[in-house]
Structures are given as structure tokens and as C-alpha cells.
């Protein structure tokens, strides 16, 4: 029976990491099972490069699975800021919490301040709440689409695991969270954030690889349109598309063809569900346009 509950420190090795991963039907190769294992063991980070869709954000609901702990999740974007990410108190019950205190009598203001800035009216955001939750699993995904400026802000946080208050003090993890970073490098992560990270750039997957990964989260799926689907993800990726699509694409794709109940890669059927595997209109005239699906019948 699978335990609920794994700490960081039961797993042994890279190979049972990747063996716990792949109850959770995530196929990890060597060298990402090998990174996740030594960012458990380290505490360190893991940053994680690659095109979108190719099972960065889903390791880390994987692993978040495989611990038995929540997953907190802070979806980066160009302005995100402090408050956003820390902390921000409730002003809103802070100021019923004065007219209440004020309607009793009570009018001494350094006590009025003293509640005013108690714990209960902080609003923890994603990153206090990764401190303060044990265990955890911290995603900081598409961290290439926040501004430089953010990254500061998170090298405080993943240098000590904590964060300062002024009104309440220091507040640090008994125990720090399991962080993951993804981008997907629509610019450079900066050098001082990724010294704090260990590393990886998840690639692709294999022929063998994706037809793997395709029927191990699609039992119902058959090997002939498995790898027909993989044949045809991977001539697509080698198209010059602006899109490519991932491995998450592929299995959308795939489940779509199983929901019209095909067995095997129809021309007619995979033009018809190309929505599910490609998502710009430039892309699906290239692909319509030349004739790509007339022979997957071979």
C-alpha cells in the first residue's frame, strides 16, 4: 500500500523517485528524476527551462502528489509585486475591527494599533503561505514572464525561507517548502536567482518516450495510435511552427481522438480534432495547407 505522507528524506535514490513519479503516471528520464531527487535532498530549488508544454508545471504537481502535500501555486505575470506575493492586510476588517473597538470605549491607540495589526488581519499570499504550510510543494511558474524587479523579491525569500513583517516580525519555515520555478525562456532568468537554484532543461520527449508517456496516462489507448500520434507530434515540432506542440498537447490530442472513438490516426479524424494539438490559425493552415495527415495511414 502506497503511503500517503513521503518525507523528502525516504526517498533513496534518483531510480525510486522516478519509480514514485511514475505511480502518479509521470514518466520522468534520468536526468530530471535526478535533479528532483538532489532538490529534495539539498532543499534547494529547481529551476526548470523548456518549451511550454513539455511537463514542467506538471512535475511539480507530481511531487506535490507523491509527498502528500499541497501545492501552492504562484502564477507569474509583467507587474506582479509584493503584496501580491508576501502579504497584505485586510483593511477592509481592520476598519470594522476600529469602529468596533471605538463603539466599546475603547479608545487608547496604541492598544486600537496593536489589534489592528494582529495576525488574524493578515491576508497571506502565496509565498508566506508556502512558509508557513508543512509540508509543501511552492510552484513559481512562468517566472520569465514577471519583471526582473519580482526576482529580488524572491531571492530574499528562497535565502532564508522567510519573511519580514514590520508590525508582526520575522516569520520562517519550521520547515522549508519544496520550490519549483518553471519559465519557459522568453527572456533570462537572472544569474543570482538561478545560483540559487539546481538546474534543468526539460527537452521533448523521445519517439519512445512520448509513445510511453501516452499510454500511461491514456490506458484506453491503443499502441498503433500512440505512436502514430507520437510520429506525427514529432514531425510537427520540426515543422517551424509557431507553436509546436508539447507532450501536454499530445495527450490532449490523443484524448480527443479516443473520445471520437478512433483506434488508429484517420487523416480525416486528426484534421478534424487539430484544435486540440495546435492553437494558432497560422499553424493549422501550414499544416492543412500542405497535406501533412495523407499519409499516417502508413
Excluded at 532538490?39 to 507530481?62: I, N, S
Excluded at 517551424?240 to 490532449?252: C, F, H, M, S, Y
Aim: hydrophobic letters at 45%; charged letters at 25%; a negative charge.
Amino acid at each position: 500500500m502506497v503511503r500517503q505522507t513521503i518525507e523528502a528524506s525516504d526517498v533513496g535514490s534518483p531510480g525510486e523517485l522516478a519509480e514514485l513519479l511514475d505511480r502518479h503516471a509521470y514518466l520522468a528520464g534520468e536526468g530530471l528524476a535526478t535533479a528532483a531527487f538532489l532538490a529534495l535532498r539539498m532543499g534547494r530549488p529547481l529551476l526548470l527551462e523548456g518549451e511550454a508544454g513539455v511537463g514542467k508545471t506538471e512535475l511539480a504537481r507530481t511531487l506535490a502528489a507523491v509527498l502528500g502535500a499541497p501545492l501552492i501555486r504562484l502564477q507569474c505575470y509583467e507587474g506582479l509585486d509584493g503584496p501580491q506575493v508576501l502579504y497584505d492586510w485586510d483593511f477592509a476588517r481592520q476598519l470594522l475591527h476600529l469602529k468596533a473597538a471605538e463603539a466599546g470605549g475603547l479608545t487608547d491607540p496604541a492598544r486600537l494599533e496593536g489589534e489592528v495589526y494582529d495576525r488574524r488581519f493578515l491576508i497571506a499570499r502565496p509565498l508566506l503561505r508556502a512558509i508557513e504550510t508543512q509540508p509543501s510543494v511552492l510552484l513559481i511558474d512562468e517566472i520569465d514572464r514577471a519583471d526582473v524587479e519580482f526576482e529580488a523579491i524572491l531571492l530574499e525569500v528562497l535565502s532564508d525561507f522567510a519573511i519580514s513583517i514590520p508590525e508582526l516580525g520575522t516569520i520562517r519555515a519550521e520547515r522549508p517548502p519544496v520550490v519549483v520555478l518553471t519559465s519557459n525562456r522568453t527572456r533570462e532568468v537572472h544569474d543570482a536567482l538561478k545560483r540559487r537554484c539546481l538546474y534543468h532543461w526539460l527537452e521533448h520527449p523521445s519517439f519512445d518516450r512520448e509513445v510511453a508517456i501516452l499510454l500511461r496516462r491514456l490506458p484506453s489507448c491503443s499502441e498503433t495510435l500512440a505512436e502514430q500520434v507520437a510520429k506525427s507530434a514529432g514531425r510537427l515540432r520540426e515543422a517551424g511552427l509557431v507553436k509546436p506542440p508539447g507532450i501536454a498537447e499530445t495527450i490532449d490530442w490523443t484524448e480527443a481522438l479516443l473520445t471520437l472513438g478512433a483506434r488508429e490516426l484517420d487523416p480525416d479524424l486528426a484534421a478534424a480534432t487539430l484544435g486540440a494539438l495546435l492553437k494558432h490559425r497560422e499553424d493549422h493552415e501550414a499544416v492543412l495547407g500542405n497535406g501533412f495527415f495523407g499519409d499516417l495511414r502508413g
